[in-house]
């Protein structure tokens, strides 16, 4: 009569659970097998689960209940059975996981701390600066942390590149910071100003060491999920400041 059951992944930790009417009849003279399309619900929160313990490929599994009712002819429902299956365990390939299934499930279109990543940001605003932290997301995804946390150095220089500053072309970063905010972004408050200039600056100089020699493994999983969603954050502040 139907199915229900639990997905697990990637640790055998239930993260979604479904129900399908199956109303599918069987006797002793047909072949008993079937084959029945499920839909199982994945919201974000649950697909952000999953992606934070995921390594590689996506390890997943299935359990099933069933809920028969049994026939006899002329009769009808003599009684009712109920059966469950052993979990069922099997791998999504990283690359049709990350470049098929999780577009599909509207990962990365919405974080769960409500950051909105803007869809090229009209002419005028950072085309740019979207790629790059598209860039840097893609390798949080891959969990090439160094790789994600370079490409949010890059959104923050090509944020200042996308305005022409009266300075010569090798001046400091912090020195392009203050006259990109001074010449291009007039309408903030003097402490509006002073708060979106040290948080660029000092996200940029955490930023630094992806750029430079240094120790293997220097990033970490915690490091590059909150350097990506600073950056993120400060480019939606940026690009909706200069539309």
Wanted: charged content about 25%; glycine content about 4%; proline content about 5%.
């Amino acid at each position: 009569m139907f199915l229900s059951g639990e997905f697990f992944s990637p640790q055998q930790t239930a993260v979604a659970r479904f129900r399908d009417d199956a109303n599918v009849f069987a006797d002793s003279s047909q072949s008993p097998e079937r084959q029945l399309r499920l839909e199982i619900p994945l919201d974000l929160m649950a697909v952000a689960r999953m992606e934070e313990s995921r390594e590689g490929d996506l390890w997943a599994g299935l359990k099933f209940n069933g809920f028969f009712a049994v026939h006899v002819s002329a009769v009808g429902v003599q009684r009712f059975e109920t059966g469950t299956t052993e979990p069922l365990y099997f791998a999504i390939p990283r690359s049709q996981w990350l470049e098929k299934l999780l577009p599909q499930l509207g990962y990365g279109k919405l974080e769960l701390i409500e950051v909105r990543i803007s869809n090229g940001v009209r002419p005028e605003g950072l085309p740019k600066a979207v790629q790059e932290i598209r860039q840097a997301r893609s390798y949080l995804a891959e969990g090439d942390w160094e790789k994600a946390v370079i490409h949010c150095r890059k959104t923050l220089e090509t944020i200042l590149d996308s305005r022409q500053l009266q300075l010569p072309a090798a001046s400091r970063f912090a020195q392009k910071v203050d006259t990109f905010i001074h010449d291009h972004l007039s309408s903030l408050s003097d402490k509006q100003a002073k708060l979106l200039a040290e948080e660029m600056k000092l996200l940029w100089e955490v930023c630094s060491p992806s750029a430079h020699p240094s120790p293997q493994d220097y990033f970490k999983r915690a490091d590059a999920n909150f350097i990506v969603r600073n950056t993120t954050a400060m480019l939606e502040y940026a690009g909706r400041l200069l539309a």
